[in-house]
């Protein structure tokens, strides 16, 4: 399957383009792991490190749900696979089953795209509770474009170390 990924617009309201950069960066992490074998998926960055690119699916799963389910829509859902909310737990993907992660990751992706969807605007305050902090929509966003962007640059080593591919 190939990835479709676009870039974001260069012009735009902000909530399109915070949209965009959102997905854009969701469409880079799938690209990283695209073609690529279960294990291939699971094999560690470098040890110590418990880091793969089926570990950033399923950290990037966590903080989706965390910051989106939990925070902007107020759920009482636990985190699947840091119930201490120690969101590095989810790294470690030596054993994880792909389609569980991945199914995982799109349905969070898909409740954050509603969730964002049916807010008013982007002004919309929502408590954070792992911070205790108030934050807007518009944060939620950004900071979830930080963690993309991010983990998609320590997406690059585990798969360079695996088939030499970078960028993108």
Not at 22 to 43: F, I, N, P, Q, V
Not at 66 to 77: E, G, K, L, S
Not at 137 to 166: C, F, K, Q, S, W
Request: with cysteine; glycine share 6%; charged share 30%.
């Amino acid at each position: 399957m190939t990835i479709e990924r676009t870039d974001p617009p260069l012009t735009g309201s902000e909530r399109e383009m915070l949209r965009a950069t959102l997905d854009h960066h969701r469409a880079t992490l799938a690209m990283k792991c695209e073609g690529l074998s279960d294990e291939e998926l699971r094999r560690q960055s470098s040890r110590p490190s418990t880091l793969s690119l089926l570990g950033l699916v399923r950290h990037m799963a966590e903080v989706e749900r965390a910051w989106f389910r939990r925070a902007v829509a107020a759920q009482d859902v636990p985190l699947v696979w840091s119930p201490d909310g120690d969101y590095q737990v989810a790294y470690d993907a030596r054993t994880a089953d792909r389609k569980e992660a991945f199914d995982a990751w799109h349905t969070e992706v898909g409740h954050a795209r509603r969730i964002e969807r049916a807010a008013d605007s982007l002004d919309l305050v929502v408590h954070q509770p792992r911070w205790g902090k108030d934050v807007s929509l518009r944060m939620v966003m950004l900071h979830l474009i930080h963690e993309y962007a991010r983990h998609n640059g320590h997406a690059d080593l585990p798969r360079e170390a695996i088939d030499g591919a970078t960028g993108a």
